[in-house]
């Protein structure tokens, strides 16, 4: 292992107080032992830090001779490697992760998250309550898509009171809401809840090509990111556009990680899976563009050549 890539193992380890290097990201791990790893710390934390391995061979094959542990996933805790699958789940069952993780014992089970509701909110909701069991649920899934219904209390259901209104929520769903507040709108099309939740993690953008072309123009700076081939570009390139290949892949990772990354394909599809990997590796301000070089050529430029 190169002493950058010690040096970037290192920096990543001390990023979070928990950091799990696995194989896939937190909301699609790629291997049963690292959904197993996601499965237990979604149950004890509502946020850590995960590493795709899979996105970088030298990281992938570096982590192992730095915990000198031959098997994905890893997990460290406070900067100290903790073990792989087996070990941590042991020590799960055990209750002594709790403790690793400083998570109160039944805590979870205890404590419902804060929830703000407007007043606005408060009158739709109470509008749609016929019963005294009813209340409001709430539900978000792994990847924070959120619903909300109007129902009777569940077994195992969290109750939390948010102004004069109870609000139900699943075990699972409550560690992701701390701090969700929950507004109603008027739209064009009519009335509409609008839901806010801090605890979301950072997402791909998606970029038509007009607002690309106003960024351009405007000098801001990014960088634009292009992941085609060689004969591609030959056909049709984009002026300013990078080729991401593995010298450049090696020196984005070594980027401050609030750097704006925009990636461009021939018709924006590739150009998403290649931005959710940089996503995966802790990068903030993460955009796609819509449709690629066949919108651009269409929209924007006609003399870019379309193939």
Known sequence: MDDSTHERIRETIESDAVVLFMKGTRQAPRCGFSAQLVQILDELLPTYTTIDVLADSALREGIKEYSSWPTIPQLYVAGEFVGGCDIVRDLFQSGVLEQKLGVEAG???????????????????????????????????????????????????????????V?????????????????????????????????????????????LKQKMEAGEKFLLLDVRTREERRVAKLEGARRLDEDLVSDLLDMDRDTILIFICHLGI???TAAEQFLAQGFKNVFNVEGGMEAWSRDVDPEVPRY
Do not use: W
């Open 107 to 165: 805590s979870n089970k205890d404590r419902g998250p804060r929830i703000g509701i407007t007043e606005q909110a408060a009158e739709a909701f109470a509008e749609s309550i016929d019963e005294e069991d009813e209340f409001v649920r709430l539900e978000v899934s792994k990847s924070f898509e959120h619903s909300l219904a109007i129902g009777p209390q569940e077994p195992g259901d969290v109750a939390v009171r948010a102004g004069d209104l």
């Open 167 to 211: 609000v139900l929520l699943d075990p699972a769903s409550a560690k992701r809401e701390d701090g969700v507040s929950i507004d109603y709108v008027e739209t064009p099309e009519g009335g509409a809840f609008r839901i806010n939740n801090p605890n979301l993690p950072p997402r791909v953008k998606s970029l038509s090509v007009a607002e």
């Open 270 to 272: 590739r150009s998403k």
